[in-house]
């Protein structure tokens, strides 16, 4: 009987990029997957998507799942024989009771592995531009759970060595308690014009920041509506703030923005320059229905002039029939290639193959015109292509190459279909306010967001940005009575990302 094991994951602070290799690796080979609410949801593209997601809450004090169920979830899937990764926000042995959830596995005899995670007592001082230490202000620091009822007679803190013995304290889950924190410090000897910071939702988009003293900084998380999650940082260090605050001075910081199509490679930029991309696919690339006619076309390639492949996705599942079908790059021997862009033609050169033309421009218009040109002829007589592509692609192209006497056999090389979602988190953040942008490369990026969205969708859309790739999709948009903020000149991803830096940036 196949024996199960537990992965207890910290996923950091909320910045995927601070998931650690290990943790990565132990989500994608899960089967069950047990997460929590303080997590960058992000995090669950990553997962296998056939394995049982079970959600175990813990938002604002109210749990969906109490923690004694959680040891029991995570200890009836092992003993079913799955491999369990056990998602947890920040480290998991840095108050995230993980020690607890490794008992009651040991108690029953399963097997479990601690894959440690960025602490947000690390990680939000970090990215506010905090050192917890510095040879010049503070040699210690101390990490104290902020949430104790301090009015109690016996504290689990130590208040007198804690206010003058340690150079920087960092507490977590404070907001609640801030005030009689900070009057305990006080109390213990603590100057009352100690620096002091609040951290909310480090390491995110929507990161705050707040700085002041002992003496005011409850006045001030108050009237600025400060609210958990957050980290208070006590000390001198906080004065390095001023000098070392780097996360929020990006250009882009702030803005969160949508990505409904697969492959988000080409929205890295925006990520260096502060923003967070949001994935959320509304369609995805799966290959057709039927090969049949693709099929012997590629066991006639050498009838064919010409080449055309117009996108990655067609790159990528063309050479990968050609395999299939016990062909290879010899087969194109005498075949001229054509690619529609630059990263299209890219991934051909991954295959050790020479492109031949790259239109100017990236449409069917501006292919015609290139075709023409690198035939020295208004006429194409004779001349052969084949275009694998897209399923339901637009047909401008075909048709102006058999006006023009050349022969042109379309097929579908990959198709999009709409995911089985139901889109209810990010119902949540588009009504929290919390996308700035929203991208759509295509009509049917658009469309299939509208359908999963539902009635909703068009009301969820109307404080955000809107940017699109070429005139289809913004009549799409513009169609269903909404306002195209940003579309770039070319049709590409790299253009539209552009575009996006000129008009948001600081």
């Given at each position: 009987?196949?024996?199960?094991?537990?992965?207890?994951?910290?996923?950091?602070?909320?910045?995927?990029?601070?998931?650690t290799v290990?943790?990565?690796?132990?989500?994608?080979?899960?089967?069950?997957?047990?997460?929590?609410?303080?997590?960058?949801?992000?995090?669950?593209?990553?997962?296998?998507?056939?394995?049982?997601?079970?959600?175990?809450?813990?938002?604002?004090?109210?749990?969906?799942?109490?923690?004694?169920?959680?040891?029991?979830?995570?200890v009836?899937?092992?003993?079913e024989?799955?491999?369990?990764?056990?998602?947890?926000?920040?480290?998991p042995?840095?108050?995230?009771?993980?020690?607890?959830?490794?008992?009651?596995?040991?108690?029953?005899?399963?097997?479990?592995?601690?894959?440690?995670?960025?602490?947000?007592?690390?990680?939000?001082?970090?990215?506010?531009?905090?050192?917890?230490?510095?040879?010049?202000?503070?040699?210690?620091?101390?990490?104290?759970?902020?949430?104790?009822?301090?009015?109690?007679?016996?504290?689990?803190?130590?208040?007198?060595?804690?206010?003058?013995?340690?150079?920087?304290?960092?507490?977590?889950?404070?907001v609640?308690?801030?005030?009689?924190?900070?009057e305990?410090?006080i109390?213990?000897?603590?100057?009352?014009?100690?620096?002091?910071?609040?951290?909310?939702?480090?390491?995110?988009?929507?990161?705050?920041?707040?700085?002041?003293?002992?003496?005011?900084?409850?006045?001030?998380?108050?009237?600025?509506?400060?609210?958990?999650?957050?980290?208070?940082?006590?000390?001198?260090?906080?004065?390095?703030?001023?000098k070392?605050?780097?996360?929020?001075?990006?250009?882009?910081?702030?803005?969160r923005?949508?990505?409904?199509?697969?492959?988000?490679?080409?929205?890295?930029?925006?990520?260096?320059?502060?923003?967070?991309?949001?994935?959320?696919?509304?369609?995805?690339i799966v290959?057709?229905?039927?090969?049949?006619?693709?099929?012997?076309?590629?066991?006639?390639?050498?009838?064919?002039?010409?080449?055309?492949?117009?996108?990655?996705?067609?790159?990528?599942?063309?050479?990968?029939?050609?395999?299939?079908?016990?062909?290879?790059?010899?087969?194109?021997?005498?075949?001229?290639?054509?690619?529609?862009?630059?990263?299209?033609?890219?991934?051909?050169?991954?295959?050790?193959?020479?492109?031949?033309?790259?239109?100017?421009?990236f449409?069917?218009?501006?292919?015609?015109?290139?075709?023409?040109?690198?035939?020295?002829?208004?006429?194409?007589?004779?001349?052969?292509?084949l275009?694998?592509?897209?399923?339901?692609?637009?047909?401008?192209?075909?048709?102006?190459?058999?006006?023009?006497?050349g022969?042109?056999?379309?097929?579908?090389?990959?198709?999009?279909?709409?995911p089985?979602?139901?889109?209810?988190?990010m119902?949540?953040?588009?009504?929290?306010?919390?996308?700035?942008?929203?991208?759509?490369?295509?009509?049917?990026?658009?469309n299939?967001?509208?359908?999963?969205m539902?009635?909703?969708?068009?009301?969820l859309?109307k404080?955000?940005?809107?940017?699109v790739?070429?005139?289809?999709?913004?009549?799409?948009?513009?169609?269903?009575?909404?306002?195209?903020?940003?579309?770039?000149?070319?049709?590409?991803v790299?253009?539209?990302?552009?575009?996006?830096?000129?008009?948001?940036?600081?």
């Amino acid at each position: 009987m196949k024996k199960g094991k537990v992965y207890i994951v910290g996923a950091g602070p909320g910045d995927v990029g601070l998931l650690t290799v290990k943790g990565l690796k132990c989500l994608q080979k899960a089967e069950v997957v047990v997460y929590d609410f303080h997590l960058n949801a992000q995090i669950l593209n990553y997962i296998n998507h056939n394995a049982e997601f079970i959600y175990a809450g813990k938002r604002g004090g109210k749990h969906d799942m109490t923690q004694d169920n959680i040891n029991r979830t995570l200890v009836e899937k092992a003993k079913e024989g799955k491999i369990i990764c056990r998602l947890k926000g920040g480290d998991p042995f840095v108050f995230g009771r993980g020690g607890e959830e490794a008992e009651a596995l040991v108690d029953e005899g399963i097997s479990f592995e601690v894959v440690p995670g960025i602490s947000s007592s690390v990680a939000a001082p970090a990215y506010a531009g905090i050192p917890l230490t510095h040879r010049a202000y503070s040699s210690s620091f101390a990490i104290v759970p902020g949430y104790e009822d301090v009015t109690k007679k016996e504290s689990s803190i130590n208040w007198a060595g804690l206010a003058t013995g340690v150079g920087t304290i960092v507490f977590l889950m404070t907001v609640k308690n801030i005030s009689k924190v900070c009057e305990k410090l006080i109390e213990h000897g603590r100057n009352p014009g100690t620096p002091v910071a609040v951290v909310r939702w480090g390491t995110r988009a929507d990161q705050t920041t707040l700085v002041g003293t002992l003496e005011n900084i409850t006045e001030l998380v108050k009237a600025n509506h400060i609210k958990p999650p957050a980290v208070m940082v006590v000390g001198e260090v906080v004065n390095l703030r001023k000098k070392l605050k780097w996360f929020e001075d990006k250009p882009l910081f702030g803005q969160r923005i949508l990505v409904t199509r697969e492959h988000t490679e080409g929205f890295d930029p925006l990520e260096e320059l502060g923003a967070e991309i949001v994935e959320f696919h509304t369609i995805r690339i799966v290959p057709p229905d039927d090969w049949t006619e693709l099929d012997r076309a590629i066991e006639k390639i050498d009838f064919y002039n010409w080449l055309v492949l117009t996108s990655v996705n067609g790159v990528k599942f063309f050479f990968r029939r050609l395999i299939e079908r016990e062909r290879d790059i010899r087969d194109l021997k005498g075949v001229k290639i054509c690619a529609i862009g630059t990263k299209t033609a890219a991934e051909i050169n991954k295959h050790g193959i020479k492109v031949d033309l790259i239109p100017k421009e990236f449409n069917a218009e501006g292919l015609v015109e290139a075709f023409i040109k690198a035939n020295n002829s208004e006429r194409l007589d004779g001349v052969r292509i084949l275009l694998p592509r897209a399923q339901d692609a637009r047909a401008v192209f075909p048709e102006k190459i058999k006006e023009l006497g050349g022969e042109i056999d379309v097929f579908t090389a990959y198709k999009t279909e709409k995911p089985a979602t139901h889109g209810k988190r990010m119902k949540r953040f588009l009504k929290e306010g919390k996308i700035t942008i929203a991208t759509f490369t295509s009509a049917a990026t658009f469309n299939n967001y509208m359908e999963i969205m539902g009635e909703d969708a068009i009301d969820l859309l109307k404080d955000v940005t809107i940017a699109v790739i070429g005139p289809v999709t913004a009549k799409a948009v513009e169609k269903a009575g909404l306002k195209v903020g940003i579309m770039p000149q070319v049709a590409t991803v790299d253009a539209m990302v552009n575009a996006i830096k000129e008009k948001i940036a600081k």
